[in-house]
């Protein structure tokens, strides 16, 4: 790394590919480059049976029962979408209910406004003070109409990770479908679909070090079956679900990502915890007026989601030159609007418009970390005395 490339913690918007699986990802470009689906010859052969491998190793993962369980898409966002409107649409006539949670991302909060505009009624619950979901809300929401729960396991904000498993066990006794978004979850913190009681999972190879353009949906088969419309038609692949031709580099790259997370799962995990610790500890210690935001335990080990009081984020990023960080999702971040996970804490505006979010990843050093708790420090002391000064350069 050259001495003027920036410190990457931005670790939820994306990550790198880790070079061993670019390394088993390279062959299916220029060697192994059947289509899976051609069942005629060879190299058709070989595709498939690194897809029919790929997807074993991908429900082993999840601790899914079946292979044919995971569906491939092109990443997490397609893998909502098919979820939501999926399952919505095949059961319209009879139950026409959604309830998910204000916190959720885009990729499931536009769909629910969709399906809402198609005529479904939706249940948005709040969260706590902390970002949490309460299942008990839930199970209150819940009714005759109702045909699909969708909470995510990790919020890509705020790190929280929310009581799926509670929830799971309250929608399979009301014998309603549970999806859950688990894009920041799957590699990070351990995931059972059958323990968790859940019956779709969304996930992506790009936030778990693989490449981007990859995805898939968990769609349980057996107690209950569960039933999809699928959004796209042409060709019956992926259990006739997702039409098109399986990219077979990108799901083998996936595949060997999911395994090197999990294989290394809690050794990561106390890692990340330990850069994360060390980072907040110094922050608190030597800046006054430092919070966090969101659950204090109950988040990924990798996240923290902090605000300084009097200190605006965006011109504190743009200080921060060497260190490449954000204020919220990359997802919304073409507009200004300040994030609708925090207001959903119902934190004061001034916290709002000061957060940080701090994704710390594989790459990531020690050393590192007390670079940036550095330049934090220097920056935030520099940004009030700028606003506290004699000649103040605010706009306001
Ligand atoms: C990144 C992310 C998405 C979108 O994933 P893509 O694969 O980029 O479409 C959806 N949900 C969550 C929670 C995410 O973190």
Request: charged residues 25%; contains cysteine.
């Amino acid at each position: 790394m050259t001495l003027h490339r920036p410190i990457y913690l931005d670790h939820h918007a994306t990550t790198p590919v880790d070079p061993r699986v670019l390394e088993v990802m390279l062959p299916y470009f220029t060697e192994e480059y059947g289509n899976p689906s051609s069942a005629s010859h060879a190299f058709g052969w070989a595709a498939e049976a690194a897809v029919a491998d790929a997807r074993e190793r991908l429900a082993a993962a999840l601790g899914a029962a079946d292979p044919n369980e995971i569906t491939f898409t092109s990443g997490t966002t397609e893998s909502d979408n098919m979820a939501l409107l999926g399952v919505a649409r095949s059961m319209r006539s009879r139950r026409d209910h959604i309830i998910t949670s204000s916190i959720e991302h885009p990729a499931v909060l536009d769909v629910a406004r969709v399906l809402e505009r198609e005529g479904f009624s939706i249940s948005l619950l709040p969260v706590d003070g902390d970002g949490l979901v309460d299942p008990d809300a839930v199970k209150a929401a819940i009714g005759d109409r109702t045909a699909l729960v969708s909470v995510m396991t990790a919020n890509s904000e705020i790190g929280v990770l929310q009581p799926v498993a509670e929830i799971g066990r309250i929608c399979r006794e009301r014998e309603v479908l549970f999806h859950t978004d688990a894009a920041q979850a799957v590699g990070k913190v351990p995931v059972n679909v059958d323990d968790w009681g859940i019956d779709l999972l969304s996930f992506c190879a790009h936030k778990l070090y693989g490449p981007k353009g990859v995805g898939a949906l968990y769609v349980r088969s057996r107690r209950p079956r569960t039933r999809l419309e699928p959004l796209m038609h042409g060709g019956g692949h992926e259990h006739g679900l997702r039409p098109g031709t399986v990219p077979v580099p990108l799901v083998v790259g996936f595949a060997k990502a999911v395994e090197l997370c999990i294989d290394g799962l809690e050794a990561e995990a106390r890692r990340m915890r330990e850069m994360r610790d060390r980072l907040w500890d110094r922050l608190r210690a030597e800046v006054a007026g430092v919070h966090l935001n969101g659950h204090a335990v109950r988040r990924l080990p990798g996240n923290l989601n902090i605000s300084f009081d009097g200190v605006e984020a965006d011109p504190l990023l743009v200080a921060l030159h060497g260190v490449a960080l954000s204020t919220g999702s990359a997802c919304s971040s073409a507009s200004p609007e300040p994030s609708h996970v925090l207001r959903a804490l119902q934190l004061p505006e001034e916290r709002i418009r000061g957060a940080l979010r701090v994704g710390i990843g594989r790459g990531n050093t020690l050393e590192e970390i007390d670079r940036v708790a550095d330049q934090l420090i220097e920056q935030v002391a520099a940004a009030r005395a700028a606003r506290g000064g004699p000649r103040l350069r605010s706009h306001q």
